[in-house]
Each structure stands twice: as C-alpha cells, then as structure tokens.
C-alpha cells in the first residue's frame, strides 16, 4: 500500500517558466509534510516543509501548498532554473518517527 | 563536520557473502536512520536509533539484516547471506530530536550495493 504517492515520473519546463510538482497521500494521520531534491549519486536533500496545520509554505523560488481536504501537495517552482534539474521527492511524516517517501518525479528544466 | 558520511560509496559482492556498511552521522545529531532506494522507487524505511537505542524496525528488515549504533555515534548495517533482490542503494541520515524540536534529516550520500 502505497501511502505517498507521485503519479507523474517526470516533468519538463522551460527556463523561466513555473514547474508544478504534485503529491498524493493516502494516510489521513500525516501531519508534516517535505520535498526532499535527489541529484545523481548524492543523498535527498532537504527543500521545504510544510505542517498541515497551514496551506502554504514559500521560501524565495519555492512555495508548497497543502490541500489536506483532497489530501494533496504541489512544489511550485518559479522561475525554473537549468540547475533545478534533478528527481524530487515528496515525504510525509506522522506519529511515526520515520518519513514516508514518495517515488520520485524527474524534473528537466530545459534551457 | 561536513555532513553524514557512508562508507563505501560501492559495493559489489557475490550472493551468499555479508557485507557491512558504516554511517557516520553529523556528531550533534541523536537520531540515525537506515533507508533503501530500489531504482524508480523513493527511500524505504528499515531502521532508527535514538542514541544508542534501535527504536523500530520494519519489516523490510529481515533476518538477514542487523543494525548497530555503539555509543550512539556512527552506526554500521550488516546484510548476512546477500541476495540479489538486496542490491539498492543504502542511505543513512541523522537527525536532532530535542525535548521541544524535531530537526529534519540530513542524508549521507549513499551506499551501493550490487549483489552478482
């Protein structure tokens, strides 16, 4: 049972143009949200979080928005950079200490 | 202190053999955890230290597997008797947990292992 769930496995934007990465979770006890970006042969990398007692959080380029009604997240990225280029993951957290992870979207900024 | 750190970086081995991997976490953190990343699919859950105490397992840990934090600094995985459905990507990350915060994780960059 897949709890988080990222059904596009990859993405291609224009630089310059808004990427929007999309996340679905099944598991109404999450409560603490995060993207994590994944280059090549490197570690997750935290990006941002949100808690779902809110509806969006941004951080300069990056915003994420939570729709916990539809039990649902995006990354909006704006505007998208050549060196955004990687495979995001979205993970969630409930009571459980561990992070629940999603299976990745690839995204390609093209220049 | 420049981050969590896995050793090795590659792993090839021959089925049936054991192999062990070291995560040395960022020195502050209290928290350690093991994940696995199969290819197309996002970091699995296998393990967590608070300190020195193993605190949950999945069960994606079979018998096979052990984890240990002596002291609760760096922490080593063990897989016993490899099989080939074992080869993924091994990732170790830390974390703090105080009384009042829990920190997000940072992840080492990795350790893969190729069963032949």
């Known amino acids: 049972d897949q709890q988080v769930k990222q059904n596009s496995p990859s993405l291609s934007v224009q630089e310059g143009r808004i990427s929007i990465l999309n996340c679905d979770y099944t598991?109404?006890?999450?409560?603490?949200f995060l993207w994590y970006k994944k280059y090549p042969a490197e570690g997750p990398t935290f990006l941002i979080s949100?808690?779902?007692?809110?509806d969006k959080n941004e951080d300069g380029r990056f915003t994420v928005f939570l729709n916990k009604s539809a039990k649902h997240l995006s990354l909006h990225i704006v505007p998208s950079q050549p060196g955004d280029s990687a495979v995001y993951f979205c993970a969630a957290k409930g009571s459980a200490r561990q992070l629940t992870f999603g299976s990745g979207t690839q995204l390609t900024v093209l220049p | 202190d420049t981050g969590v750190s896995q050793n090795p970086r590659h792993k090839i081995t021959k089925r049936g053999q054991n192999v062990t991997f070291r995560c040395d976490p960022i020195s502050e953190h209290n928290r350690l955890y093991w994940y696995r990343q199969t290819l197309g699919q996002g970091p699995e859950f296998l393990t967590y230290?608070?300190?020195?105490?193993?605190?949950?397992k999945s069960r994606l840990l079979s018998d096979r597997f052990s984890a240990e934090r002596p002291k609760g600094s760096f922490s080593t995985l063990e897989i016993q008797r490899t099989e080939q459905g074992d080869s993924a990507m091994y990732l170790c990350?830390?974390?703090?947990?105080?009384?009042?915060?829990?920190?997000?994780?940072?992840f080492g960059s990795g350790t893969r292992l190729t069963v032949v």
């Open positions: 230290f608070q300190n020195e105490a193993q605190l949950e």
């Open positions: 598991n109404s006890m999450f409560d603490y």
């Open positions: 990350a830390s974390s703090l947990q105080t009384a009042t915060h829990s920190y997000g994780y940072t």
């Open positions: 949100i808690s779902s007692i809110k």
